[in-house]
């Protein structure tokens, strides 16, 4: 196989750290060839989200089918849905596929806006985490689905081994959102093991936007190019984190993480 084509579905975000954009570039910065399925329209800077227009059901079908006959999928993520007929469009066209997804279950913004409308959460557990090759919620997420406070490693695992049940073939709880000093750990569940502990060397930035949507992204990247599931999550937190050591704030607000920190820039300088 030579590049591997990897999907992201998932919205835009104006203000380039987050969604689309995020995807994109962390696809591009690990070797791969990324398309995009745009579900929604974000007015957002790094001080918050200002308003949504989300695509209809129909145009994104259109976009998935367009795609899908064009080009060979070799994996694929989901980030921002926003509603229950965005994802019955985005589940009916993934029935068939033929290689690994990714969901991350995006529901709310770095800033508090919600990005996954309450009458959704039902949609999405039904009909697209049974699809997912891994779901990789962070803590609030978690805590939605599950319906059950995650405040320690135990609970974080035992919240994984819950959504597990919901039909995922693997579950990674990021650990992002919980107190920690000197590490940040994820836990990744799988069917028939015990939880495995997955822990980095903690980042102190503000300039975070966006972690989720390129954690995830880099797994899709990896799944594409034919890594085991362990691998791309290990070769993932290392993406992510040299891009939130060198993250930055090209505007105001919350920055995003620097997705091209692993690579050799030449006349970029301004």
């Known amino acids: 196989m030579g590049t591997a084509n990897i999907l992201t579905i998932a919205g835009s975000d104006s203000g380039g750290g987050a969604g689309i954009q995020a995807d994109l570039k962390t696809i591009m910065a690990l070797g791969c060839y990324g398309m995009s399925a745009i579900t929604a329209l974000t007015a957002q800077n790094g001080l918050g989200v200002t308003g949504i227009f989300?695509?209809?059901a129909e145009f994104t079908s259109l976009q998935l089918s367009t795609i899908f006959a064009g080009f060979p999928v070799h994996a694929a993520k989901t980030g921002m849905l926003f509603n229950a007929e965005i994802i019955h469009a985005v589940a009916r066209s993934m029935q068939d596929k033929t290689f690994p997804l990714v969901v991350d279950p995006v529901s709310v913004s770095q800033s508090g806006s919600r990005l996954l409308q309450e009458d959704a959460v039902d949609a999405l557990i039904r009909e697209l985490l049974p699809l997912a090759d891994v779901l990789t919620p962070n803590v609030p997420e978690a805590q939605m689905l599950t319906g059950m406070t995650v405040t320690d490693l135990a609970s974080q695992a035992e919240a994984g081994q819950k959504i597990l049940a919901m039909g995922p073939k693997a579950v990674l709880v990021k650990g992002g959102h919980m107190?920690?000093?000197?590490?940040v750990t994820d836990v990744l569940c799988l069917p028939g093991r015990e939880p495995l502990f997955l822990s980095q060397k903690a980042v102190k930035t503000t300039n975070n936007h966006g972690t989720g949507c390129t954690l995830s992204a880099a797994i899709a990247a990896g799944l594409g190019k034919g890594e085991s599931l362990e691998d791309a999550?290990?070769?993932a937190q290392r993406f992510l984190n040299l891009a939130l050591r060198e993250s930055y704030a090209?505007?105001?607000?919350?920055?995003?993480?620097n997705h091209a920190a692993g690579l050799v820039?030449?006349?970029c300088q301004s």
């Open 54 to 56: 989300p695509a209809s």
């Open 179 to 183: 107190a920690h000093t000197e590490t």
């Open 233 to 235: 999550i290990a070769h």
């Open 250 to 257: 090209p505007g105001r607000g919350c920055g995003p993480v």
């Open 265 to 267: 820039r030449q006349g």
